[in-house]
């Protein structure tokens, strides 16, 4: 049972453009909701994290926004730039992260200049 | 603040092989947890460490694998015997436990030939 559902697989995007990944999770229980990006070679980095308190979190050009009673939450990516160009996972936990994570399958964007 | 280190890099073993696989987490990160990553696909939880005991190895093919965190600080994650199916990047994160938010390791890339 995947319970964190992510879309799309691969995104090309224009540089200066938007860059939206959404995902979708089953389990009530989760209440911790992290974004990582990783580069070929390299671990998860942890990007953004929300809680379901709150139903948008801003930092600089990284936004997520959460619908509760959807059990969806997005990243989107203002003004993306080449460099931004990694796999991006999105995650949920339980206990307010102190649970182990379950990701999503990946997304692979690519910021065309 | 030194990240998490893991070791080694690459590892190409045999089927039928053991293999193990360290990780040194962030100073004072009492939670330390162990991922596998299959090329293409997000990671997947294998077991949790609270200190030097286990809170979730509840996906953790215990026939072949094991894992033990002594002194609860470093830990080592063993395969044995392995399977072709075993080939991934082993991922180790720690956390503080309370925030949610997990560090990652580069990982450790494993060949199963």
């Known amino acids: 049972q995947q319970q964190v559902k992510q879309s799309p697989q691969s995104l090309i995007v224009q540089k200066g453009g938007i860059s939206i990944i959404n995902c979708a999770y089953e389990?009530?229980?989760?209440?911790?909701f992290p974004w990582y990006q990783q580069f070929p070679g390299k671990g998860p980095a942890l990007l953004i994290a929300?809680?379901?308190?709150?139903s948008e979190k801003k930092e600089g050009r990284f936004t997520i926004s959460f619908n509760k009673s959807a059990k969806q939450f997005s990243l989107h990516i203002m003004d993306s730039q080449p460099g931004d160009s990694a796999t991006y996972f999105c995650a949920a936990s339980r206990r307010g992260g102190a649970d182990g994570l379950t990701f999503g399958k990946g997304t692979h964007l690519i910021i065309q200049p | 603040e030194a990240g998490v280190a893991q070791s080694p890099r690459y590892k190409i073993i045999e089927k039928r092989q053991s293999v193990a696989f360290w990780c040194n987490p962030i100073?004072?990160?009492?939670?330390l947890y162990w991922y596998q990553q299959i090329l293409g696909q997000g990671p997947k939880l294998l077991i949790q460490f609270q200190n030097n005991g286990v809170v979730d190895d509840s996906q953790l093919p215990k026939d072949r694998f094991s894992a033990e965190r002594l002194k609860g600080v470093d830990s080592t994650l063993k395969i044995q015997p392995a399977k072709l199916e075993d080939s991934a990047v082993y991922l180790c994160?720690?956390?503080?436990?309370?925030?949610?938010?997990?560090?990652f390791g580069q990982g450790t890339r494993l060949t199963v030939v």
């Open positions: 100073s004072g990160h009492a939670t």
């Open positions: 389990n009530t229980a989760f209440d911790y």
């Open positions: 929300i809680r379901p308190d709150v």
């Open positions: 994160a720690s956390s503080l436990g309370r925030t949610g938010a997990a560090f």
